[in-house]
C-alpha cells in the first residue's frame, strides 16, 4: 500500500513538473474518452427520443403495409393493400376500435398567387381519432364525402400558414395541383417529430379524392388500426394478421408479403437502428482512444530514455526492478485517467450541446462514464506496460552512466 | 559465514566487447575485504579500479570468477536478488553526487528508505538526522544546484548513511572537488567509519586522500598489482 501511495506521489509530482507534455498527452485520452461519452449519450438520447415519440402516437395503434421490410426504407414489392382490405378489418376483426386507410401524395398547394409544397394524405374521418389528432376549426369530412371523394380538405396549421397567411382558411378555394378543393377544417399544431419533421405541414382529403384526382390507383399505401383497448393490441394483431394471410392468399410464413407493427415494435426497430449506428460510432471513438495510449507510450518511451540516469540512482539506492516499474506504469495509469476523467467532463457537455442542438433529451449512462474511466485506467497500463519494462530492466551501472 | 571476510573476490573477470575489441576491464583479480576495514583502489585510468568497485556493489556482474558478499555467491543472483543486496547492506557515493537534480537534499536521503517502506515521518525523521550528521541540517531544503560540490557530495554520503549500510562503496568521492572541500569529505568518512564501524572501499587518484584508509590496492590493466597498508594507519586490517 505504501509502495502504491509512493509511486502515485511520485507520478504525480513528476507529472506535474511537465505540465504542458502531460496536457498534450492527455489530449489524446481525453478525446478518446469524451467521444465514447458524447457518442454514446447522444445515441441513447436519440433513441429516447424516438420511444417518447411513438409513445405518444399511442399504445394502441397497428400499422398494416404491404411488402416485407427489409430495413427501414427497403421493401419488397408486393400487391398494394386497398379499400376493401380496410373495410374487412373494421367489419371482421374484434375489439377494433377505428381504422383509417391512407394513402400518400405530394402536391403544391396554392392559393392567391402564393404556393407551398406538402403532403396530401387521403384517408377518412377516424384518422383523426386513431392518430390523436383534433381540430383546432371548422370540421372533418363526412361519411358522404368521404366514400364520394368529395374536393374537401383539413389542413394543418403550417399549410395554413404558408398559403392561404391571414385569410381566413374556412371556405378557401385551395388548388392542389390539378384539384381544387374547399377548405373545411384546421389542425391543432403538433410541432416536429424527432427526426424534424413538421407534423403540420399536410393537408387531409377524402382518400377517394386523392386515390382518383391524384395517384389515379386504387392502391392504400397503409391501413391504421386502433384497439379498443391496450390490452387487445396482441390479440388485435393477431387477428389482422390472419385476416390478411386469408385475403392475400398466403399459405406459408415464407410467404407473408405484408407487415403488421404496433408501435413498440416500430420503437424497437428504430431503436435498433440508432444503437447500430451508436455503436459504430462508439468503436471509432474508441479508436481514438486507443490512438491517445500510443501516444501515452510514446511519451513514457521518451520520458523513460531521458531519465535513465534517474533510473540508475534509484536502483544503486534500493529500488528493485519492480519499484521501477510500478513508477512508471502508474505514472502512465494517473496520465491516463487524468485525460479520462477530463474526457467525462468534456464528453458530458457535449452530449449536453449536442443534445440541445438535435432536440433530443440528454442522457449520460454512469455505467458508460465509469467504463470510460476504467478502460483509460487500463489504456495507461496496457500501453505502459512496455516503456515501464523497458525502465525495468534496466543494468543499473549502465543507466548510471548515462548523461 | 564465520571467519569469512565481507567481501571476498576470486578470479574475478570483467570483459567488454569481442573479438579484436575485447576490454579486460578486470582480469582476474583475488580480493579478501574484512568487516569494518577502509580500503582504497589505487591506479592509472582505465586500469578497472571503477569496474572492481561496481563489482562489489552489486551493480555490475563479473564475466567469471566468484564474489562472495557475506558468504553469499553473488554471481549467479538475478537483478532482483542484487537490487535486494544494495537494498540492505550497501551504500554509494558517486565522483558525480548522482543526486536527482529536482529534489531537495532532504528528499534525496529520504529516497532509500522509502524503498525500505519505513512510513513518511520515519523518513524524515532520520533523513534530516542523517544530513544533520553530515553538518547539512539547515540546508535541507535546497537543491542540488543550490549547493556546493562539497555540500552535494556530503548529501550523497548521508543518502548513502542514513540506511546503515554495512559497505560503503565511493567511487572518487573528491575528484570534482577542490582540496579544502576533499579533505572536509575525507575527515566526515573516515569519522563515520570510525564511529560506525562500516566498511569502507574508495577509488582515488589521490594519495593523500588514500592516506585516510587503512589500506591501498593499486591496480593495473584490470589485475591487481600490489596489497599493501598504509604507513600509520592505526588498527589496519
Ligand atoms: N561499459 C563499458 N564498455 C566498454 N568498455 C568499458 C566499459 N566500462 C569500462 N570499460 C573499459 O574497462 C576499462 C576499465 O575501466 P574502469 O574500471 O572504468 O577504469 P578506472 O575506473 O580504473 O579508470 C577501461 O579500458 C574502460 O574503457
Ligand atoms: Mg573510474
Given at each position: 500500500m505504501r509502495l502504491w501511495l509512493d509511486a502515485?506521489?511520485?507520478?504525480?509530482?513528476?507529472?506535474?513538473?511537465?505540465?504542458?507534455?502531460?496536457?498534450?498527452?492527455?489530449?489524446?485520452?481525453?478525446?478518446?474518452?469524451?467521444?465514447?461519452?458524447?457518442?454514446?449519450?447522444?445515441?441513447?438520447?436519440?433513441?429516447?427520443?424516438?420511444?417518447?415519440?411513438?409513445?405518444?402516437?399511442?399504445?394502441?395503434?397497428?400499422?398494416?403495409?404491404?411488402?416485407?421490410?427489409?430495413?427501414?426504407?427497403?421493401?419488397?414489392?408486393?400487391?398494394?393493400?386497398?379499400?376493401?382490405?380496410?373495410?374487412?378489418?373494421?367489419?371482421?376483426?374484434?375489439?377494433?376500435?377505428?381504422?383509417?386507410?391512407?394513402?400518400?401524395?405530394?402536391a403544391q398547394a396554392a392559393f392567391g398567387g402564393r404556393t407551398w409544397d406538402t403532403g396530401l394524405q387521403g384517408t377518412t374521418a377516424a384518422w383523426l381519432g386513431v392518430l390523436g389528432r383534433e381540430l383546432a376549426a371548422g370540421r372533418v369530412f363526412t361519411d358522404a364525402e368521404d366514400r364520394g371523394g368529395a374536393p374537401v380538405c383539413v389542413l394543418g396549421p403550417t399549410v395554413v400558414e404558408e398559403v392561404l397567411g391571414t385569410?381566413?382558411?374556412?371556405?378557401?378555394?385551395?388548388?392542389?395541383?390539378?384539384?381544387?378543393?374547399?377548405?373545411?377544417?384546421?389542425?391543432?399544431?403538433?410541432?416536429?417529430?424527432?427526426?424534424?419533421?413538421?407534423?403540420?405541414?399536410?393537408?387531409?382529403?377524402?382518400i377517394r379524392?386523392?386515390?382518383?384526382?391524384?395517384?389515379?390507383?386504387?392502391?392504400?399505401?397503409?391501413?391504421?388500426?386502433?384497439?379498443?383497448?391496450?390490452?387487445?393490441?396482441?390479440?388485435?394483431?393477431?387477428?389482422?394478421?390472419?385476416?390478411?394471410?386469408?385475403?392475400?392468399?398466403?399459405?406459408?410464413?415464407?410467404?407473408?408479403?405484408?407487415?403488421?407493427?404496433?408501435?413498440?415494435?416500430?420503437?424497437?426497430?428504430?431503436?435498433?437502428?440508432?444503437?447500430?449506428?451508436?455503436?459504430?460510432?462508439?468503436?471509432?471513438?474508441?479508436?481514438?482512444?486507443?490512438?491517445?495510449?500510443?501516444?501515452?507510450?510514446?511519451?513514457?518511451?521518451?520520458?523513460?530514455?531521458?531519465?535513465?540516469?534517474?533510473?540508475?540512482?534509484?536502483?544503486?539506492?534500493?529500488?528493485?526492478?519492480?519499484?521501477?516499474?510500478?513508477?512508471?506504469?502508474?505514472?502512465?495509469?494517473?496520465?491516463?485517467?487524468?485525460?479520462?476523467?477530463?474526457?467525462?467532463?468534456?464528453?458530458?457537455?457535449?452530449?449536453?450541446?449536442?443534445?440541445?442542438?438535435?432536440?433530443?433529451?440528454?442522457?449520460?449512462?454512469?455505467?458508460?462514464?465509469?467504463?470510460?474511466?476504467?478502460?483509460?485506467?487500463?489504456?495507461?497500463?496496457?500501453?505502459?506496460?512496455?516503456?515501464?519494462?523497458?525502465?525495468?530492466?534496466?543494468?543499473?551501472?549502465?543507466?548510471?552512466?548515462?548523461? | 559465514m564465520s571467519d569469512e571476510p565481507l567481501l571476498r573476490l576470486r578470479g574475478v573477470a570483467r570483459h567488454y566487447g569481442h573479438g579484436d575489441s575485447l576490454v579486460r576491464a578486470l582480469d582476474g583479480i583475488d580480493l579478501d575485504v574484512p568487516r569494518g576495514a577502509f580500503l582504497s583502489f589505487m591506479g592509472p585510468s582505465g586500469s578497472g579500479k571503477s569496474t572492481a568497485l561496481n563489482t562489489l556493489g552489486c551493480l555490475d556482474v563479473p564475466t567469471a570468477g566468484s564474489y562472495r558478499f557475506r558468504g553469499v555467491e553473488v554471481t549467479t543472483l538475478g537483478p532482483k536478488e542484487r537490487a535486494l543486496l544494495r537494498r540492505h547492506w550497501m551504500g554509494f557515493v558517486f565522483q558525480g553526487f548522482n543526486l536527482l537534480p529536482r529534489s531537495t537534499a532532504l528528499e534525496n536521503v529520504e529516497l532509500p528508505l522509502g524503498y525500505r517502506g519505513l512510513p513518511v515521518r520515519e523518513r524524515r525523521e532520520r533523513a534530516l538526522q542523517a544530513l544533520e550528521d553530515v553538518g547539512l541540517g539547515g540546508r535541507s531544503h535546497h537543491r542540488p544546484d543550490e549547493l556546493s560540490g562539497g555540500q552535494q557530495q556530503r548529501v550523497a554520503i548521508a543518502r548513502a548513511l542514513v540506511v546503515a549500510p554495512d559497505l560503503l562503496l565511493a567511487d572518487e568521492p573528491t575528484g570534482n572537488l577542490d582540496t579544502a572541500t576533499s579533505l572536509e569529505v575525507m575527515e566526515l568518512l573516515?569519522?563515520?567509519?570510525?564511529?560506525?564501524?562500516?566498511?569502507?572501499?574508495?577509488?582515488?587518484?589521490?594519495?593523500?586522500?588514500?592516506?585516510?584508509?587503512?589500506?591501498?590496492?593499486?591496480?593495473?590493466?584490470?589485475?591487481?598489482?600490489?596489497?599493501?597498508?598504509?604507513?600509520?594507519?592505526?588498527g589496519a586490517a
Open positions: 502515485l506521489r511520485l507520478a504525480i509530482t513528476q507529472l506535474a513538473r511537465n505540465a504542458s507534455r502531460t496536457a498534450l498527452t492527455s489530449l489524446g485520452v481525453l478525446i478518446g474518452v469524451a467521444a465514447v461519452i458524447a457518442m454514446v449519450g447522444l445515441g441513447q438520447g436519440a433513441t429516447a427520443a424516438i420511444e417518447q415519440d411513438l409513445s405518444s402516437l399511442g399504445v394502441n395503434l397497428l400499422f398494416v403495409e404491404a411488402g416485407v421490410r427489409r430495413g427501414p426504407r427497403a421493401s419488397l414489392p408486393a400487391e398494394p393493400l386497398d379499400l376493401a382490405d380496410a373495410d374487412a378489418i373494421g367489419r371482421q376483426v374484434r375489439h377494433v376500435e377505428a381504422v383509417a386507410p391512407v394513402v400518400a401524395a405530394e385569410a381566413d382558411p374556412l371556405g378557401a378555394e385551395l388548388r392542389l395541383g390539378a384539384l381544387t378543393c374547399t377548405v373545411i377544417g384546421v389542425l391543432t399544431p403538433e410541432g416536429e417529430n424527432t427526426f424534424g419533421m413538421d407534423q403540420d405541414d399536410l393537408v387531409l382529403l377524402p379524392a386523392v386515390q382518383r384526382r391524384v395517384v389515379g390507383s386504387t392502391a392504400v399505401s397503409q391501413i391504421l388500426v386502433s384497439a379498443d383497448d391496450p390490452e387487445h393490441m396482441s390479440a388485435v394483431a393477431r387477428d389482422v394478421d390472419a385476416l390478411m394471410r386469408q385475403r392475400r392468399h398466403v399459405t406459408s410464413d415464407s410467404a407473408v408479403d405484408f407487415s403488421v407493427r404496433d408501435t413498440r415494435e416500430l420503437a424497437e426497430m428504430l431503436g435498433s437502428i440508432t444503437t447500430v449506428l451508436t455503436t459504430f460510432l462508439a468503436a471509432v471513438a474508441g479508436v481514438s482512444l486507443l490512438v491517445g495510449g500510443i501516444g501515452i507510450m510514446n511519451i513514457m518511451l521518451v520520458s523513460v530514455t531521458e531519465r535513465t540516469r534517474e533510473i540508475g540512482i534509484r536502483l544503486a539506492v534500493g529500488a528493485l526492478p519492480s519499484d521501477v516499474r510500478l513508477q512508471f506504469l502508474v505514472e502512465a495509469a494517473v496520465l491516463a485517467v487524468f485525460g479520462g476523467v477530463l474526457g467525462v467532463i468534456v464528453g458530458i457537455g457535449g452530449t449536453a450541446i449536442g443534445a440541445t442542438v438535435l432536440e433530443v433529451p440528454v442522457v449520460v449512462d454512469p455505467r458508460i462514464v465509469l467504463l470510460s474511466v476504467g478502460f483509460s485506467a487500463m489504456v495507461g497500463v496496457v500501453f505502459g506496460w512496455w516503456p515501464a519494462s523497458r525502465a525495468a530492466r534496466m543494468e543499473p551501472m549502465e543507466a548510471l552512466r548515462h548523461l | 573516515t569519522r563515520l567509519h570510525a564511529d560506525r564501524g562500516i566498511t569502507v572501499v574508495m577509488v582515488t587518484h589521490e594519495d593523500d586522500m588514500a592516506a585516510f584508509g587503512q589500506r591501498i590496492v593499486r591496480f593495473r590493466d584490470g589485475r591487481i598489482e600490489a596489497d599493501e597498508a598504509v604507513a600509520g594507519a592505526g
